[in-house]
């Protein structure tokens, strides 16, 4: 038999869906962290979720806070968990333990898994089992229920004891991105994730949601299975002809006139839509004109009256040091528009649409076709994208929160986005973050001030206006901690322009690198203006990352 060109089966994947458990009943074990972040993924698809935590385990605000927000839809019942959870329908769970709800034992050790005879009933009433919590012979007696009554569960952080895994995911409106590894590397599905989000194209959620809207238009226009084919085609080469953004932008008449085309199999390009409805506009009456441009204008004062900006610090990267009030804000905000490297596990707590800056490209390599791909997004090009985008959320009369990077006003270029909208009519509110200038220092065990070695403190950055070091580098002084942001890309020019006869830097002084301060993959090298550029080499040092220059780095770091 002669092979053919089909791929070969690969085994060893786990199998991806998008499950959908809308009103479908989810027991989850536990209130910490873990189970915070259970509660949020299904909470998102719509599903019943009563959630079992012991008097003796704290319960997260962020749990207290979702079970709040959702009363009709979750439960909390504070006691262990009891054997008797599995088969208790949605809202029937009691605190203390009915008399005939179970027989069964539920110490840590038990093993058996027998609901007696003297149940009402012993079919499942959960639809899915989720365990987050640290109790591994619970967690493995919970599971051995699960699969005894035949349902899905899933024990953290013990792969073996999981009928699925949680994927990392990514989401924007009603575009959904998962990454799994199978349970083998949780961080890495993160960083890949990550890494699909930067290079998705701008505002794909609201194409999706448009294209949504224009298929099911389309299957109302041209019912029934026969023509079936021909809508499945016609819709496949729109999507494919037809630009991210211009998807984005479509609306009811612009729809109306891409739909013209499918009796003809004819798909209308963008350019020829925007000219069709330009004609069909010109011969409206100047009095209608003059009404809808007065009413217009009416409609857009009422939205920018109550359309809100708010400037907001998210700090170094770990959420819980947000402060209350820009964790508020996040879960308030309709629109929230994020700087690139703000971790997602912040950007996560946002309810309404998020929108996270492009990532900045490099030179483009000569051999490519310059006219075929965008041109390199620099530093200012994502700026205006960032403004444009809250302009959009502010016209539509939208609470809009920035999420800036550490501190808006150190080094985030906070004051020129007050300036901004400003002239256009909008008055910002700031919200304060710590700044990663102080924590990432804090984080690394270095005192920016130190009796005897650091009198003051100098922060500066590495990417002055164009790009480049700020004209005005600290000169040396032997009680004096410099912290230099945005550092990484410049290191030697940064070794080299200290230890000039200018600035009169020694070559010995140390140099802390510091990079994703307070976030799990936190990193702390240890170098010299000397070594400084060596180090950032060898160790592939990555931003965010901040460099800590001066003898207090010496007081407390054994290195």
Partial sequence: MVRS???????????????????????????????????????????????ICSEEEELSKTVQQHIQDHSETTRLVRRAFQDSDLITRFGEHTVAAAAAATTTSTTSSSTATDFGDEQPFTEPAVDMVLSAIDDIPLSTHIYNLSKRLRIPVNIADVPPQCDFYFCSTHRDKHLQVAVSTSGKGPKMANLVRRHIADHLPARVGDAIEQVGILRAELRIMAPGPEVGPKRMTWMSRVCEQWKMEDLAALNEESMQIVLSGFKDNVIYSNEQVQAKMKEQQGVESEVNTNHVDNVTAVENSIKSQSARLILVGAGPGDPELLTRKAARLLEEADLVVADRLIPMEVIDLAKGEVRIAPKKRASLPLELDQESIPSPKNSDYIQDQLNEWCLQGLKEGKTVVRLKQGDPFIFGRGAEEVLFFRELGFEAEVVPGISSALSAPLSAHIPLTHRGSADQVVITTAQAKGGVLPDNFPTYDAKKTVVVLMGVGKAKEISELMQSEKLGWPAEVPVVIVENAHCPNERAMDATLATLAQVVEEHKAVPPAVFVVGWAGSVLRRT
């Fill in 5 to 51: 060109s089909i791929d070969p089966i690969r085994p060893g994947a786990s199998l991806i869906l998008a499950w959908q458990i809308k009103h479908k009943h989810v027991l989850i074990i536990g209130g910490g962290f873990v189970a915070a972040g259970r509660l949020v993924n299904v909470l998102e698809a719509d599903a019943k979720v009563t959630v």
